[in-house]
Nanobody, 126 residues
Framework: QVQLVESGGGLVQAGDSLGLSCAAS????????MGWFRQAPGKEREFVGA????????YYGDSVKGRFTISRDNAKNTVYLQMNSLKPEDTAVYYCAAAARRWTSISGNRNTYGYWGQGTQVTVAS
């Protein structure tokens, strides 16, 4: 069982940067591919990015590529999402997710992920 707790959301201006953190429980964090998703009001949950368990390979959704960066610190059981050049359309609740099974290949498919945090609100004002 993996428990995830996000932090770092807030209100920023367009063009600003913001960093999110996701702290995971358990001693097997390093064996889980981790992902970030977001959901705006009235929209489907959207893939933001992911980082593999094995070699730190990252993969991003088209809407954030080049602006957002995912990293992880296995010693701290934490995954990060650094968001730069934020736009009003980035406004959403951001969710951290862990793959349903250990040693899963990196994926942008929501069904790959079986553990979810409670979400943290990010609001970008124009």
């Amino acid at each position: 069982q993996v428990q995830l707790v996000e932090s770092g959301g807030g209100l920023v201006q367009a063009g600003d940067s913001l960093g999110l953190s996701c702290a995971a429980s358990g001693r097997t964090f390093s064996s889980y591919t981790m992902g970030w998703f977001r959901q705006a009001p009235g929209k489907e949950r959207e893939f933001v990015g992911a980082i593999s368990w094995s070699d730190g390979i990252t993969y991003y959704g088209d809407s954030v590529k080049g602006r957002f960066t995912i990293s992880r610190d296995n010693a701290k059981n934490t995954v990060y999402l650094q968001m730069n050049s934020l736009k009003p359309e980035d406004t959403a609740v951001y969710y951290c997710a862990a793959a349903a099974r250990r040693w899963t290949s990196i994926s942008g498919n929501r069904n790959t992920y079986g553990y979810w945090g409670q979400g943290t609100q990010v609001t970008v004002a124009s």
